[in-house]
């Protein structure tokens, strides 16, 4: 079996990890693992607030390890990066994801933030409950995070939560032992305590106290014991008959002081429960920088074929590809305008030039011909002469009119900035001073809206629903609409233009 390879990343407050792993013939190795300090700058309190700084850091990192930039998974941290096990009673599906996207909003109300968010059935113990895992993150950090990277040349394919890439990596690593681990990963701004029994997650859930609380406050260290006994005393509840195990991981901290002080207290505290610090990797992780990157390890394992015991909820938005897509699009078609728009103004000034030229031979060809009133066959030609340069004139001005510039660029920008949330554009063209917009919608209202906003801007001579259609292609439980909208720009107001005056006739009544 040839042998495969993967790139997990950790971002969290305070830390970088990245772990590239592979696999031949089934079995994961680490084939190099770093660890470096983010700028001070890049979190604050916990939240993402220099996303710039932390793709630069990335950048290095892969620049100057030769790290390859494909199946690049990401394991994010954060007060709202978050992963659940939720149980509901048993109920139809469509009532079930409400109840999960209510549960969800609740660890946000607070925050004040958006959150994006998926959830999954896994296998309950008990017949008449439903068993979730849910996975969120905040909706404006991923939002600044994915570009600032892929500005870098390093694109991300998959999402999660920091805990759900941890549980996913001690999954791994316990196999088919029935005996429940208590996982304890220390974080800079926050704890996380991961419980599962063999491959089956049984509980994730944060604290707020994190190492650098820790270090400064005593009261933080009884509060941590006090949730560290919680968790034990859920595992009990759940295996009696089986012992429960806690292991501590410094993951998000170089502080390793630190953290053997938490595991001392540990030990001292908890004394019907084996507590030790999380194992090497089996066969892999031997270096003291990998032996704290599990949750780098736990989110590379989704590239890696027959390594997927916890659920992937991958919190990249679907639609972002087709985003990337649209946005080059109209790049494209602004600066394929310029470039109209600059041909425009060339020819406009072109036609200026000649009709400026051929007015000035038929003023010249007038006053010669007033000149020679004595010979009647001169008179004559030059009067012709005249005649034929005044409708040269008039026709000049008539093409002028038709290829006088349009404000496109400007009209093109006011139409992009009317798009709501809710509505995507897949497809824009643009023909004659025609833009027709196509994509889809979360609803009808949507559509109108949009054809609203674009029908009151000041450049738009009209705009219209040229077609709406439900589309066929929706995932079970989604039904978004699709539309075809244009909108005709308006063009510039033309100038009045006065007819040249009539050229004089020749003395003495003289007819040609």
């Known amino acids: 079996m040839p042998s495969r390879s993967a790139v997990g990343i950790v971002i969290d407050a305070g830390v970088l990890q990245v772990v590239e792993l592979t696999t031949d013939g089934g079995r994961l190795a680490v084939v190099r693992s770093l660890c470096e300090k983010l700028p001070s700058a890049a979190f604050t309190k916990g939240e993402l607030t220099n996303p710039h700084a932390v793709a630069d850091a990335v950048r290095q990192i892969f620049h100057s390890h030769r790290i390859p930039r494909r199946s690049v998974s990401l394991a994010f941290g954060g007060r709202l990066a978050i992963a659940r096990v939720i149980e509901i009673s048993e109920t139809s599906a469509a009532e079930a994801e409400g109840v999960l996207q209510d549960r969800i909003a609740r660890y946000a109300i607070y925050e004040n933030q958006e959150v994006l968010w998926k959830a999954a059935p896994i296998e309950g113990e008990a017949a008449e409950k439903r068993v979730y895992l849910v ?113 501590l991981s410094q993951s998000a901290s170089e502080n390793a002081d630190a953290a053997t002080a938490v595991l001392a207290r540990l030990q001292e505290s908890i004394t019907d429960a084996d507590v030790e610090t999380v194992p090497t990797w089996p066969d892999a992780m031997t270096s003291a920088g990998a032996r704290q990157a599990w949750a780098a390890v736990g989110t590379a394992m989704v590239d890696l074929p027959g390594h997927e015991a916890i659920p992937h909820l991958n919190l990249v938005p679907p639609d972002w590809p087709e985003i990337e897509r649209v946005q080059k699009q109209l790049v494209q078609m602004i600066g394929s305008v310029g470039v109209a ?27 010669q011909m007033i000149a020679n009133t004595s010979d009647v066959k001169k008179a004559g030609e030059l009067k012709r002469q005249a005649a034929e340069a005044l409708a040269q004139v008039n026709l000049w001005k008539e093409i002028r009119s038709e290829v006088r510039p349009f404000d496109w660029a400007g009209g093109i920008e006011k139409v992009v900035a009317q798009v709501p949330a809710g509505l995507r554009v897949q497809q824009a063209t643009y023909r004659k001073g025609t833009i027709r917009l196509q994509g889809e919608a979360q609803s009808t209202d949507l559509i109108h809206a949009f054809v609203q906003r674009l029908s009151q801007l000041p450049g738009i001579e009209e705009a219209s629903i040229e077609r709406v259609i439900q589309t066929s292609n929706t995932k079970p439980g989604l039904h978004l609409m699709g539309y075809t909208v244009f909108c005709r720009l308006a063009e510039l107001a033309k100038p009045e233009e006065t007819p040249p005056p009539a050229p004089p006739q020749p003395a003495g009544g003289l007819k040609p």
Request: hydrophobic share 50%.
């Open 135 to 247: 996975a969120s993150a905040a909706q404006a950090q991923v939002a600044a995070l994915l570009p600032a990277l892929r500005k870098t040349g390093i694109h991300v394919s998959r999402l999660e939560p920091y805990a759900m890439a941890m549980m996913r990596s001690l999954a791994a690593c316990v196999g088919e032992d029935q005996r429940p681990v208590v996982l304890v990963a220390l974080r800079s701004e926050s704890t996380d305590f991961v419980i599962v029994r063999g491959k089956r997650p049984l509980l994730v859930r944060s604290v707020e106290q994190g190492l650098n609380d820790l270090t400064r406050q005593p009261q933080a260290m009884e509060d941590l014991l006090t949730e560290a006994r919680r968790s034990l005393e859920f595992c009990r509840t759940r295996v009696a008959d089986a012992k429960p195990r806690l292991w």
């Open 341 to 367: 728009v600059l041909l425009t103004i060339g020819a406009a000034w072109g036609v200026r030039f000649v009709a400026g030229t051929t007015a000035k031979h038929a003023q010249a060809a007038s006053v």
